[in-house]
Nanobody
Framework: QVQLVESGGGSVQAGGSLRLSCAAF????????MGWFRQAPGKVREGVAVIDSGGASYADSVKGRFTISKDIPKNTVYLQMNSLKPEDTAMYYCAADPRRCEEVVVTAGGVTDFNYWGQGTQVTVSS
């Protein structure tokens, strides 16, 4: 049974930083594609960043501000978020898939076929 548990969300002022964590249980985490998504009220889900052994990729909206990383011994993936903006306010979700990231569908319209999801953690950025 694959389980993902996010933490680290909260409220911060614009320009501040937060680090989200996603602890993974029940599978060979090191070989999986891991991702972070977000969804704000009334908006479609957005892929933020993904990472596997081949590297990481980011949505244009967060490039240069967010960094995704993996700590394999801890079975944890992180999302370091710097220079936060009010438009970053959303529920953030961790996702995992046994395929390589290049095989996982992630569209600009928020459609994805990641297999496993966490429960989400709220990030609120005030101006």
């Amino acid at each position: 049974q694959v389980q993902l548990v996010e933490s680290g969300g909260g409220s911060v002022q614009a320009g501040g930083s937060l680090r989200l964590s996603c602890a993974a249980f029940g599978y060979a985490y090191s070989s999986y594609c891991m991702g972070w998504f977000r969804q704000a009220p009334g908006k479609v889900r957005e892929g933020v960043a993904v990472i596997d052994s081949g590297g990481a990729s980011y949505a244009d909206s967060v490039k240069g501000r967010f960094t995704i990383s993996k700590d394999i011994p801890k079975n944890t993936v992180y999302l370091q978020m710097n220079s936060l903006k009010p438009e970053d306010t959303a529920m953030y979700y961790c996702a995992a898939d046994p395929r390589r990231c290049e095989e996982v569908v992630v569209t600009a319209g928020g459609v994805t076929d990641f297999n496993y999801w966490g429960q989400g953690t709220q990030v609120t950025v005030s101006s």
